[in-house]
């Protein structure tokens, strides 16, 4: 029998996996979600596994070193989540999506690999904070990993080049919402993108910082070029 926590976190599991995927936020069995658990283990969506139309019993259960201990075989995408958890202590849930503005913002010549968006909003910066782009690796590709531990644990969320957002959070909910408003913020920048935008200013994220004692790689005197 499996504890109730874990059963809990199955079901989560699901209930978010199909909610972003009924919401277009990521195609075919594209995409994955992890969540770590008491004992070190986590527990995994499986390869090739629509997120639309998961089974609780079938996630993939691993143990502490990322070893399958029951369910189906887990993603491939496995040294994605494995580098994030490593780097990022407080982490206890992972979302990975192929969503469409994401992908498409990873692809402009004029991204900043330490943010790849602007402050357009005070939710992107409260619920993501800023997100590194990482260049292009092929699917679960174990060099991604090292990438991701070379940004040493101080971004929650990462994009892909060509591929998509990895995102982490205290909890499964924060992770998907994290994951949610940096897709909803990527969409505004390619809707205003040369039109001139008007997006927050140095002071104002500043005081947002201070405010709500945000944790912002750049605001910490690493001011970008
Ligand atoms: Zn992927």
Redesign the pocket.
């Known amino acids: 029998m499996k504890d109730a926590a874990e059963r809990h976190q199955r079901e989560a599991i699901c209930r978010f996996g199909r909610s972003l995927f009924e919401r277009g936020l990521t195609p075919g069995s ?3 979600i992890s969540v770590r658990l008491d004992d070190g283990g986590w527990l995994v969506t499986p390869t090739n596994a629509s997120l639309g139309f998961l089974d609780p019993a079938r996630i993939s259960r691993l143990d502490a070193q990322a070893k399958l201990i029951s369910g189906d075989a887990p993603t491939k ?1 496995i040294p994605l989540h494995r580098a994030l958890y490593e780097t990022r202590g407080s982490a206890r849930a992972i979302v ?1 999506l ?1 969503s469409t503005h994401a992908v498409a913002l990873s692809l402009l010549p004029e991204i900043d690999p330490r943010a790849v968006l602007p402050p357009v909003t005070p939710y992107y910066l409260m619920r993501t904070g800023e997100t590194a782009l990482l260049p292009y690796y092929r ?1 679960g590709d174990p060099a991604v990993g090292d990438a991701i531990r070379g940004l040493a644990g101080k971004y929650a969320a990462v994009l892909l080049a060509n ?2 957002p990895v995102v982490a959070g205290d909890t499964l909910e924060a992770a998907v919402f994290a994951t949610e408003e940096l897709e909803e913020t990527a969409k505004i920048y390619l809707l205003v993108r040369g039109l001139n935008p008007r997006f927050l200013s140095k002071q104002q994220v500043l005081d947002l910082v201070q405010r709500f004692d945000l944790n912002l790689p750049h605001t910490d005197g690493d001011e970008p070029k």
């Open positions: 594209s995409g994955n995408e990975h192929h699917p591929h998509g």
